[in-house]
């Protein structure tokens, strides 16, 4: 039709989805665009499952999807050209496919698959096109830096969960949950960055989605101290109420270290400061599950914290920390919570997620907590870490400046033995003993006796 023949295939994906035979003609009835800082995301509703392959052209740089047994809606227009999609085309291909190509920046990296109805949507057929060039990881102090006194802010990477075309939960009103997050998540950054010793990331600063264990991973590359991801509950019984905090549960620990083990990708990164991909298997484990421990640790301290904080603002949905296998909460080495905001199906909370001053409660909240935490667990290098080496400095000083005690004196009544002095006083035998240079335990009724402090 455009003449590809005459071009070189650079690289084919086949996804054939279903049980065999030929699929019924699917609809391709609309397609959707967002442009994220790292990916632009392309995504196509389609009436049923479809059978499709992705090529990939260069000179110009482009990409070809092909779908079998379809045809494009009425309805259905291009998308303008946002990120780096230049421009997108689509017609028939031979009798009964369709063909649908997408002009590119230079070097991009493609990556499809098809998601199942859910909620409101039927299927999509998602196209992510990641630039060739990767994001940085944030900058991390440096060992001289810290070595002169010079402390880094410890960083908390938060999360807007949902974004693009996850909507997420949809209260009554209409607000959707990837809005309410978003707005939580940069009210949490602002107080955050404001707070001495802190500085805050954010996994997406706008309506697009990022993959889930994309959203974890961006945490480790900024090497934050604590990961947050923000979300707004939901429940078929519009009564349900209240905020509530999770952590990963050890279902979801062991699942996650089973994969990290098997991925030579994953092996040969960094888990708490060490690579385990010249370890042996057996090694790897054991350095895998130190660190996971060492992780889900911290992770139910700061929850306790953040959930202990939430409750100043009115009941929670729960009186404790909840578990489950979220992907978001899998990382290996960095401490990771989430936090449900309040139900956006019960109609006075989701009443009170979209008033600012309400959202600005609960970013105080949620700082409040993560505060919390890092003055009990300072990490190293950390301002958190200096206070707490000068508090200690101080409590030593002051205790050193104390004039010493001195001894209580004790006159001995008739009755009393050695023993029963000692012990209604608190101290031992030998310490009275030593205290007063006796020899024996026998005393005579009348004598005085330094009773030394316990």
Known sequence: MWGFARHRWLGIGLAALGAGGSLQAAEVQSSRVWAGPESTRVVFDVSSRVDYKLLRL????????????????SDFTTPASVGVLKGLRAGRQGKDDTRIVFDLADG?????????????????????????SAAKPAPVKSVADVATGQPRKVI???????GGDDPGAIGASGTREKTITLAVARQLKQVIDAAPGMSAELTRDGDYFIPLEERYLKARKAKADLFISIHADAFTNSDARGSS?????????SSEAARWLADREN????????????????????????????????????????????????????????????????????????????????????????DPRHRDKLADAILDGVRAYFQASP??????????ARGKGEVAAVAAAKPAKKPARYVVRRGE?????????????????????????RVRVGAVLEIPSG
Do not use: C
């Open 58 to 73: 260069s000179k110009p740089e482009r990409l070809v999807l092909d779908l079998r047994d379809s045809r494009l809606g």
């Open 108 to 132: 991009v990296q493609p990556k499809t698959f098809l998601l199942p109805p859910a909620d409101k949507f039927g299927y999509r057929l998602v196209v992510d096109l990641y630039p060739a």
């Open 156 to 162: 908390v990477a938060i999360d807007a969960g949902h």
């Open 245 to 253: 905090v999770w952590v990963l549960s050890p279902r979801g620990a």
């Open 267 to 354: 092996r040969a990164d960094l888990v708490g400061g060490i690579s385990l991909d010249d370890k042996d298997d057996t090694l790897a484990k054991v350095l895998l599950d130190l660190s996971q421990g060492a992780t889900m640790g911290a992770s139910n301290a700061v929850a306790e914290q953040v959930l202990q904080a939430l409750r100043k603002l009115g009941p929670t949905h729960r009186h404790y920390v909840e578990r489950a296998n979220f992907v978001v909460l899998r990382s290996p080495d960095v401490p990771s919570v989430l936090v449900e905001t309040a139900f956006i199906t019960n109609p006075a909370e989701e009443a009170r997620l979209t």
């Open 379 to 388: 990490p190293p290098g950390t301002l958190f870490a200096q206070q707490a």
């Open 417 to 441: 033995t050695l023993s029963a002095i000692a012990q209604a006083h608190g101290v031992s035998l030998t310490q009275l003993r030593a205290a007063n240079a006796l020899a024996s335990d």
